[in-house]
């Protein structure tokens, strides 16, 4: 069955400081993998995806991700974040049957 | 882009009663739907996928006559919690999808069953 694993649950930075998110997910076949943030208050919002070809996605508001087939990981990255990327951000996979599977989410704090 | 509505965006019932919660997507036709559950701090559980036209696919562990799906047209599938618990209370949010590709979230429903 499929399973989708953040590694952080809570990550707390300053602004201007660098982030990255791990997940790592687990299924045999082709996967779509996306990259979600809700912040507070608000509905999901799509940040990136990853259909086909270029492993590193580039999203919105300067978010990317690299997809590592062999290793099962798809981590979310930004060079510099803002106290606004204050959020809860959800790594999901969607296999052959069309779910999106999510993981437990990750609620990043940035510190003004 | 695509936007899909809820709705009610809150309602509270009292336990034993049954709640309605549509879900519309208003600028796109929605082959599939689905119905997420969300539990403070935690991440979404899918609950069922339903298509239009047919019966929804539950989720293992999810009751299927207490969340009553039905999608009968492109553009709108409802949840019905019947018979409602305080355990029920929960924050539910629906996305749709055209084909295989990208879902689009609703903004959620909250529901408290008092």
């Known amino acids: 069955a499929q399973s989708v694993s953040q590694h952080n649950h809570h990550v707390i930075l300053s602004e201007a400081a660098s982030l990255e998110l791990g997940c790592n997910y687990s299924?045999?076949?082709?996967?779509?993998l996306f990259w979600y943030v809700q912040y507070p208050g608000q509905h999901l919002q799509l940040l990136l995806k990853?259909?086909?070809?270029?492993?590193l996605v580039k999203g919105i508001k300067g978010f990317e991700a690299e997809f590592i087939k062999s290793k099962f990981s798809f981590n979310l990255r930004k060079p510099s974040v803002q106290w606004s990327d204050t959020a809860e951000y959800f790594c999901a996979v969607r296999g052959n049957t069309g779910k999106l599977i999510f993981g437990q989410g990750t609620t990043l704090q940035v510190k003004p | 882009g695509a936007v899909v509505s809820q709705h009610p965006s809150w309602v509270i019932c009292k336990s034993g009663t049954s709640v309605k919660i549509e879900c519309r997507s208003l600028d796109f036709q929605a082959t599939t739907m689905f119905w997420y559950r969300q539990f403070p701090k935690q991440s979404l559980m899918l609950m069922a996928t339903?298509?239009?036209?047919?019966?929804?696919?539950?989720e293992q562990g999810v009751e299927k006559d207490k969340f009553l799906i039905n999608h009968a047209s492109l553009t709108l599938s409802t949840l019905t919690v019947t018979s409602a618990h305080p355990e029920d209370s929960s924050f539910y949010i629906c996305?749709?999808?055209?084909?295989?590709?990208?879902?689009?979230f609703g903004p959620g429903t909250r529901l408290t069953v008092t």
């Open positions: 996305s749709a999808g055209q084909g295989t590709f990208e879902q689009y």
């Open positions: 990853y259909f086909s070809g270029d492993p």
């Open positions: 299924y045999g076949g082709t996967v779509n």
């Open positions: 339903s298509n239009e036209g047919s019966k929804a696919t539950y």
